[in-house]
Nanobody
Framework: QVQLVESGGGLVQAGGSLRLSCAAS????????MGWYRQAPGKQRELVAT???????NYAGSVKGRFTISRDNAKNTVYLQMNGLKPEDTDVYYC???????????WGQGTQVTVSS
C-alpha cells in the first residue's frame, strides 16, 4: 500500500520558519514529480512547489524565494523548507506524488501550518 505521511506542521510567528517532511512507503523515484500543495477551508487546493525525479523544481510565485523543496532519495522523503512565513501561508499542506507506473496521484493526509501575526 502506497502511503505519503507528512510531518512538521505547527504554529509559528510571522517571519519564522518550519520544515515539512513527507515520508513515502515506497521508493520516491517511483513518483515524478513529487510536490507540496496547500488548501484553506472553502478554497481550492493550490500548488506550492514540485520537484522532479531529476531534481528540477517549480514554485508558486507567492512562495518563490522563501520556500525550498528538496528530496532525499535514500530516505524516501521530500522536504519543504519554509522561511519568512507570513499569515497568508496559513493552510493545510499536502504532500503529493504522481506514480508513473500506474498513473495515480497519491496524497498525504495533510499537516496544518498556522502563522500568527
Amino acid at each position: 500500500q502506497v502511503q505519503l505521511v507528512e510531518s512538521g506542521g505547527g504554529l509559528v510567528q510571522a517571519g519564522g520558519s518550519l520544515r515539512l517532511s513527507c515520508a513515502a512507503s515506497i521508493n520516491i523515484l517511483s513518483f515524478n514529480p513529487m510536490g507540496w500543495y496547500r488548501q484553506a477551508p472553502g478554497k481550492q487546493r493550490e500548488l506550492v512547489a514540485t520537484i522532479s525525479s531529476g531534481g528540477t523544481t517549480n514554485y508558486a510565485g507567492s512562495v518563490k524565494g522563501r520556500f525550498t523543496i528538496s528530496r532525499d532519495n535514500a530516505k524516501n522523503t521530500v522536504y519543504l523548507q519554509m522561511n519568512g512565513l507570513k499569515p497568508e501561508d496559513t493552510d493545510v499542506y499536502y504532500c503529493n506524488g504522481y506514480r508513473v507506473t500506474n498513473r495515480i496521484n497519491y496524497w498525504g493526509q495533510g499537516t496544518q501550518v498556522t502563522v500568527s501575526s
